[in-house]
């Protein structure tokens, strides 16, 4: 077993501390990952804090890691020691199931091992996320980093990106689209930046006007103060594809308002509590109401070649694993451009 330096949540309700983990040894199919950043996703703090159900504590958040192999299993085939990782929100699927064969591992029929408040394919050992030094994981739910890239601006993509990625490619976003993102955080800046890069013409739906100028500087061409019901009417009909990255209840209606007929909204933000709609807002232009999480790993792959290429990088704040605890407040605020980025020598 290997010790690892970690930062973990032990109750709802009390900070984030230093813990110790123990990573299992590398088995045949393993790579050891020495860690060099974690982003910070709202989806750690969401767990941490206990709003999805309950949690399994100690619990070691973080699914955006980005690292260095250190050690390899003997049936390693695609990882050399030296060579750049990441991991994702997923670790292992049963890798036979539809879902599986299709490269859609991160809805596995069988078991979904998340990165952290999760267990192994065994349905007991529990999974310990990016907060830490190391971390043990199958080749085959690593992706490769090329050498070169921002690494601390890269490790985001692992979740921010995918989750917004996988969307925009599903609906087919390219030259001359109208595309909204609502709200302007960790997963809407990547929205934004991305949409942007295929070709779309992109608005911003937030709540905070201060933030208007971030957005055209990120890509947006429009930016719509979303608490001013005069601004949401004034778009209402014109957007092909809306995705909505807001990780707390609020109102669909505006925003099924401002699709065109026979468009789609897609929710990716995960707020604890339900929203009501009202049918007539989907009825009304056979607009649909969708969802999408993550991305599987072949897709994954896909887009952080992608993002490389074409130098799509997460805006980040770099801060030491003691500031854990002030980024969550901060995040939970609105206050985040775009994204905290644990710099994981300070564990
Ligand atoms: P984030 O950085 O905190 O961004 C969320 C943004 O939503 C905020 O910056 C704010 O933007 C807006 N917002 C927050 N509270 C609001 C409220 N009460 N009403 C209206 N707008 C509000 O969070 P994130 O890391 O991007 O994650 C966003 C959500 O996606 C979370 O629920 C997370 O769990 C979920 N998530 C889902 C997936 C998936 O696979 N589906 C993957 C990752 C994360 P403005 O200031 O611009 O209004
Ligand atoms: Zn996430
Ligand atoms: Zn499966």
Not at 173 to 198: C, D, I, P, T
Request: net charge positive; with cysteine; hydrophobic share 35%.
């Amino acid at each position: 077993m290997i010790d690892s330096k970690a930062y973990a949540a032990f109750a709802p309700d009390k900070p984030l501390k230093p813990h110790t983990i123990r990573r299992r040894d590398p088995r045949p199919n393993d790579i050891l990952i020495e860690i060099a950043y974690c982003g910070i996703c709202h989806s750690d703090i969401h767990t941490a804090r206990g709003d999805w159900g309950p949690t399994a504590y100690p619990c070691v958040p973080g699914h955006e890691i980005v690292g260095t192999v250190v050690a390899v299993g003997r049936k390693v085939e695609r990882f050399k020691v030296g060579d750049l990782a990441g991991v994702g929100c997923l670790v292992d699927s049963c890798g036979k199931c539809r879902s599986c064969k299709s490269d859609e591992e991160q809805f596995c029929e069988k078991h979904i091992a998340f990165t952290y408040n999760s267990t192994e394919m065994d349905g007991t050992t529990p999974t310990q996320g990016g907060y830490a030094s190391h971390i043990v994981v199958k080749e085959d739910y690593a992706l490769k980093i090329k050498k070169g890239a921002p690494l601390e601006r890269v490790a985001p993509l692992l979740c921010a990106g995918i989750t917004t990625y996988s969307p925009l490619r599903r609906y087919n976003v390219g030259k001359g689209s109208k595309v909204g993102v609502v709200g302007l955080g960790g997963l809407g800046h990547m929205a934004v930046k991305l949409a942007a890069s295929m070709g779309a013409e992109v608005t911003v739906f937030s709540t905070s006007p201060g933030k208007q100028r971030d957005a055209k500087k990120l890509g947006a061409r429009h930016f719509v103060v979303s608490t001013k019901p005069a601004a949401l009417e004034a778009v209402a009909g014109t957007f092909d594809l809306i995705i909505d990255t807001v990780s707390a209840k609020h109102d669909f209606t505006p925003y099924l308002n401002a699709l065109r007929n026979d468009s789609t909204m897609v929710l990716v933000g995960a707020a604890a509590e339900p929203s009501e709609i009202l049918a007539f807002s989907l009825i009304m232009g056979r607009k649909r109401l969708a969802g999408s999480l993550i991305g599987g790993i072949r897709e994954t792959q896909e887009m952080l070649d992608y993002c490389l290429k074409k130098k799509v990088f997460c805006d980040i704040e770099l801060i030491p694993a003691s500031r854990i605890n002030e980024a969550y407040e901060r995040t939970i605020r609105g206050d985040v451009k775009y994204r905290f980025v644990i710099d994981s020598k300070t564990l």
